[in-house]
């Protein structure tokens, strides 16, 4: 597992993680598809889901909020960063969590880039001790 870099301004611990599955996937979407994003917005059905767009695809606003910024490279390789990015209104019920990405057999949203893979991308969340509500 890894943790993403820091996004948010005076916080001091990460907030996300990626499992090795995800790294894995993500390092293969790379390579066909080149930067890579993530957003979840929190809408209903798919849109709860993360999803995975090639960078610059997924138009991102001023209610979105940079979570934090993952480098899935190699170790020895050049920095791959995927940015990851959630509405600011779903960030405000889960400010207080610890989002972990991983990825399942399944099918997800047909517009993130997992999805001809036959697996989706997916949020585990456990509750931070020490996280200051979102605001």
């Known amino acids: 597992m890894i943790e993403a870099r820091i996004a948010i301004p005076g ?20 390579r066909t598809h080149g930067p890579l994003m993530f957003h ?24 979105d909020v940079l979570l934090g910024v993952f480098d899935v490279a190699p170790a020895g390789h050049p920095e791959q960063l995927i940015d990851f990015w959630m ?3 779903q960030f405000a019920y889960w400010s207080h969590t610890y989002l972990t990405v991983d990825v399942v057999a399944g099918r997800g949203s047909g517009f993130s880039l997992e999805a001809p893979e036959g697996v989706r991308f997916l949020i585990r969340s456990t509750l931070m001790d020490t996280a200051e509500p979102f605001s």
């Open 87 to 89: 509405s600011g209104e």
């Open 40 to 63: 979840q917005s929190g809408g209903c059905c798919d849109g709860s889901s993360p999803m995975c767009f090639a960078a610059g695809e997924f138009l991102t606003g001023g209610s």
């Open 11 to 30: 916080e001091t611990k990460p907030r996300l993680g990626m499992t090795a599955e995800s790294i894995d996937l993500l390092r293969s979407l790379w």
